[in-house]
């Protein structure tokens, strides 16, 4: 895939993609707090509204359950076949009809009925579907609003209020209370109740029969509400989507104080979601101007820049072939592409005198070549030179120069010939006792050497030429100005994880102003010591590049007591952790 494609995919989904999914999440999320609230505001309505009706039907409910228990009604009920009279009809319909929302009322016994106002026939009352209801309730009054009971579809709607009138005694039944409520009580109740616009509120019973409605338009109708027949159908807070009159909407549920009844609240979900309009609006602005951003970016930003690649990909194919031919850089560009071009035709002019140079270089490095194979001819014309000497000492019986000739040939080969840095201790002890032989002949009977390296560490691996330039030292500075006889001690010792060699003398040890400079030695010391190798300074910086600071020289120094250096070492199993 090309860069401006790729540049283009990752804008798409770097910043496309993002905004719609968050213009789509923030809709659907404040959809959902919407439906929540709503069904949140409605489960408060409801509630309220139920606690308004059960204190309107708990008025009903006190005024019919005072007026049965009166003897006036307890006597028309048990003297059924006589007439009560003028006053005590007068006092039975003062008792009952006291209450501005009692519209009529019948009294019954079970031979038929006593006194009635306003009320319908026995003979209808057995046929009523409330009657079994009220036979069940023993005394307990129920409730059957118009749509249940039939009254809604006659024109004159009625609340239905029915009760069994039992004995103030023996508690027998002897007989029933019917009472019509004006249905006033329940749309003061509804219209009371607070809702959303183009919302509606139902009271439904068991059976799915609209009770009332605010509307008005629905009452006697059937819902088909699926809480009300399915027992299992337990939707969060009460509340679920579903269709309503050939609409979607949010329907809200809550049972009423009365057990035969339901709270119903029915909002459209289009009228919720017009509340979200602006932020799916705002979303899909969003998006739109995402898209053009994008379309604007990659025409003024990303093709001008995918030019000015493709340019240095082009430069840098003919740099491959040799053509050094530089890249005309944009006009009017400060910006990194426009240094880019710039740095591509530096790198190219400096790459064709690289070229230029590096020629040059490989003809100086055959001609280097050619003369270091030239002077490999010098070292064995060296060894040659000594073992003429040698052979010549050994003829004229001169044993010292011959065993002085053999030391320096020994000497000459570890220093000149071995091309490894790192070489045995044997190898190294071998050098300095060489090196010793030569100055014993020197020195004569001025000093004495004493070298010991035990057998399980002379395969160990140590720095070529660590030891003698010590020795060296302690020859010229401690047992040369000395006028007793020196001795120097060499021997090495093995420690947890590094090795030890120790170097000692008895000579008169380092001046104090000495050892205040660590790495370093005096200028009279320099100068005497300039001809004769490397000094101590010398061997501790190899150490320390070659191992690390963590190993290196120790002084420890008395005046005329002598001087031990110690010399510290890693183990060949720590070289790789310890090398430089």
Avoid at 117 to 134: K, T, V
Wanted: aromatic content about 8%.
């Amino acid at each position: 895939m090309k860069l401006r494609r790729k540049i283009l995919l990752a804008i798409i989904l770097l910043i496309f993609i993002p905004v719609l999914a968050m213009g789509v999440i923030s809709y659907m999320q404040f959809s959902k707090a919407i439906e929540s609230k709503s069904s949140s505001f409605y489960g408060i309505s409801l509630l309220e509204s139920d606690r308004k009706l059960k204190f309107a039907l708990n008025e009903i409910a006190a005024v019919s359950g005072a007026a049965i228990t009166q003897p006036v009604i307890q006597q028309a009920l048990k003297q059924s076949g006589q007439d009560p009279g003028y006053e005590r009809r007068q006092e039975i319909i003062n008792l009952l009809i006291n209450h501005p929302m009692i519209e009529s009322f019948s009294l019954f016994t079970n031979e038929g009925q006593v006194l009635g106002y306003n009320g319908s026939a026995f003979g209808e009352l057995r046929d009523q579907p409330w009657f079994g209801r009220m036979k069940a309730a023993e005394g307990k009054p129920i409730w059957s609003g118009p749509g249940e009971n039939g009254s809604s579809f006659g024109g004159k709607p009625v609340l239905i209020h029915a009760r069994v009138v039992k004995d103030y005694y023996s508690l027998e039944d002897i007989g029933y209370l019917v009472m019509g409520v004006k249905p006033d009580i329940l749309e003061q109740v509804f219209w009371e109740a607070a809702t959303l616009r183009q919302g509606d509120m139902l009271l439904v019973n068991k059976d799915g029969v609209i009770v009332y409605d605010r509307s008005g338009e629905a009452t006697g109708a059937r819902a088909d509400f699926p809480f009300l027949s399915d027992e299992a159908y337990e939707p969060a807070d009460n509340h679920y989507i579903d269709h309503y009159d050939d609409q979607k909407s949010l329907i809200t549920y809550l049972p009423s104080h009365n057990p035969q009844w339901m709270w119903v609240a029915v909002t459209p979900l289009a009228l919720l979601r017009s509340e979200s309009e602006p932020i799916r609006n705002t979303a899909l602005i969003l998006v739109a101007f995402s898209l053009l951003s994008a379309l604007m970016f990659d025409r003024f930003f990303v093709l001008p820049l995918v030019g000015m690649i493709n340019s240095a990909v082009n430069g840098m194919k003919r740099v491959e072939q040799r053509i050094f031919k530089p890249i005309r850089p944009p006009l009017r560009t400060t910006d990194e592409a426009g240094r880019l071009i710039e740095g591509f035709n530096r790198m190219s002019a400096q790459i064709q005198e690289l070229l230029v140079q590096v020629e040059t270089e490989q003809a100086r490095k055959k001609e280097a070549e050619m003369q270091a194979l030239m002077s490999q001819i010098n070292p064995h014309f060296i060894y040659n030179s000594l073992e003429s000497i040698n052979s010549m000492a050994v003829l004229q019986g001169n044993k010292d120069i011959s065993r002085m000739v053999v030391s320096l040939g020994k000497l000459l080969r570890i220093s000149i010939s071995e091309s490894q840095e790192l070489i045995p201790l044997a190898m190294e002890f071998e050098h300095v006792r060489h090196y010793l032989h030569i100055q014993k002949l020197r020195f004569e009977d001025q000093f004495e050497f004493e070298i010991a390296l035990p057998d399980s560490l002379k395969p160990q691996l140590t720095q070529k030429l660590i030891v003698q330039p010590i020795v060296e030292n302690a020859l010229y500075h401690a047992i040369e100005p000395m006028r007793e006889k020196g001795w120097i001690r060499i021997h090495a010792e093995e420690g947890r994880d590094c090795l030890y060699i120790y170097i000692a003398d008895n000579g008169p040890g380092f001046d104090p102003n000495v050892l205040e400079q660590p790495n370093d030695e005096t200028a009279g010391v320099r100068a005497k010591y300039k001809d004769k190798g490397v000094g101590l300074r010398n061997v501790q910086e190899r150490l320390r590049i070659r191992f690390g600071r963590s190993y290196g020289i120790l002084i420890c120094t008395s005046p005329h007591d002598g001087t031990t250096i110690r010399i510290r070492i890693p183990k060949d199993e720590f070289l790789k952790e310890g090398g430089a």
